[in-house]
């Protein structure tokens, strides 16, 4: 077999068999084919697509490169959730305690942030003591004790696709969507769910940016899951503005807990209810989706998801004072209100240059080397479609430094005011299932 013909081969706009994909997969993995072959590939698959078939075979080729996460010891259907990132995307933390307390494990690898601000790994962090390192046994122990557990990342999870987007970054293939369906994918796979919930953003936030590109991507992503035996499902989700209200690590820890308590932000609050419903049914605690969010609706009303969230944290090292107590978190020097210098409404908040702005303050990572600064990041105080009057309050700026002026021209140039009202953005664009 040679590259060359398997290049020419998908070129033609021919299919590749699952031999084909292996030979390329393995030899790119292990050296035997150059980065200009490789690169070559890349661009035929950009141009030509795949078909089902091989979007499954290249996955699955991915996901044996290297590390697969075994998780037969864990009891119950094992259901993982992905999201495709945005601004202030704090969903993991409240919906895998949500979930837990209904019973469903949730085993959750999870990984660092380089943006707008850290992942889900860093924000843990802003809990005094908590750690992310477990062996696979205590990862095990855990979910079959309390139902939930997160950890970083294996660093030999497949391989094949860290080789591949690196060569995606320089070649102008990043955006294709086989390409990026696959490589999601290689790695929910990877880490050993039996079920596959996904929250593809849409808008100026997300990597996405239009919904239909959302949807090409969510249901490509299913068929891939389901193909290859996971239960998979997908959620398309606006992130025209940025998610709930906090932007930045210790904020949104804050904001996750008082999501538990009954009284987060309104889109979060129904965003963790849609993905958790669909979650809890394929974990087989419900027969449907109406049932499956009555429960979750329970357990934060009785207050048992709080109650996994405390010995999730304990069990992970963490201070779990902390839920009762969130002034322990980390605080910023300064905190500032920047008003709103005119009366009217919120036309539009472009969620990606505010994340931006939260970057600057050090919430997130500009490189791979950048240190992150827990304890600042913006939290909003007024959404798509809210009234404003001048002079009150539209962003809360928490800063470890005393000149934002940068931060707050910034700001101001990104959410837009008008004196006609507007209607706010459709949270769930669209379901897809198999």
Do not use: W
């Not at 070649?171 to 994918?185: G, Q």
């Not at 025209?240 to 949104?252: H, R």
């Not at 994340?355 to 939290?379: C, F, H, N, P, Y």
Request: proline letters at 3%; a negative charge; aromatic letters at 4%.
């Amino acid at each position: 077999m040679r590259m060359v013909d398997i290049i020419e081969k998908k070129r033609d706009g021919q299919t590749l068999t699952t031999e084909e994909i292996r030979f390329f997969i393995n030899g790119y993995t292990n050296g035997d084919v150059p980065d200009y072959q490789a690169s070559a590939l890349l661009m035929a698959i950009y141009f030509q697509g795949m078909a089902d078939h091989e979007l499954a075979d290249l996955t699955m080729a991915m996901v044996e490169s290297g590390e697969q996460i075994k998780l037969t010891e864990i009891d119950g259907i094992k259901v993982d959730k992905h999201s495709t990132g945005g601004v202030g995307d704090t969903t993991t933390l409240p919906l895998a305690a949500m979930v837990a307390a209904v019973g469903v494990p949730v085993a959750k690898m999870s990984g660092r942030g380089l943006g707008h601000t850290g992942g889900t790994i860093d924000k843990l962090e802003a809990i005094a003591g908590f750690h992310v390192e477990l062996t696979n046994e205590q990862f095990a122990q855990q979910v079959n004790d309390i139902k939930m557990a997160v950890i970083g990342q294996s660093g030999n999870l497949t391989p094949a696709d860290k080789k591949l987007y690196a060569l995606r970054d320089v070649t102008a293939t990043v955006s294709s969507i086989p390409l990026i369906a696959s490589s999601i994918m290689s790695k929910k796979i990877a880490a050993g769910a039996d079920a596959i919930v996904l929250d593809v953003k849409t808008g100026d936030g997300a990597f996405m940016k239009t919904a239909d590109d959302a949807k090409m991507l969510a249901e490509a992503m299913v068929r891939i899951g389901n193909n290859v035996g996971r239960n998979t499902m997908a959620i398309i989700s606006d992130m025209s503005q940025p998610l709930g209200y906090a932007i930045g690590n210790a904020l949104e820890i804050q904001e996750a807990i008082d999501t538990l308590k009954g009284h987060g932000p309104a889109d979060l609050n129904e965003l963790c209810y849609t993905l958790g419903s669909q979650m809890v049914v394929l974990g087989g605690k419900a027969a449907t989706i109406k049932e499956a969010r009555a429960m979750l609706e329970e357990v934060v009303a009785n207050g048992a998801a709080l109650e996994v969230l405390k010995k999730f944290i304990t069990a992970q090292g963490g201070d779990a004072t902390v839920v009762d107590e969130p002034a322990q978190l980390p605080k910023a020097a300064y905190v500032t209100e920047l008003v709103a210098k005119e009366a009217g409404y919120v036309a539009k908040i472009e969620a990606d240059d505010i994340g931006t702005a939260a970057m600057l303050l050090g919430a997130g990572r500009a490189t791979k080397e950048s240190e992150i600064d827990l304890a600042v990041g913006l939290v909003l105080r007024k959404k798509v479609s809210d009234y404003v009057e001048a002079g009150e309050s539209l962003v809360t700026i928490h800063a470890n430094r005393e000149q934002i002026d940068d931060v707050i021209e910034k700001i101001y140039a990104h959410i837009h005011l008008t004196q006609e009202p507007v209607a706010a953005p459709k949270l769930i664009e669209a379901i897809i299932t198999k």
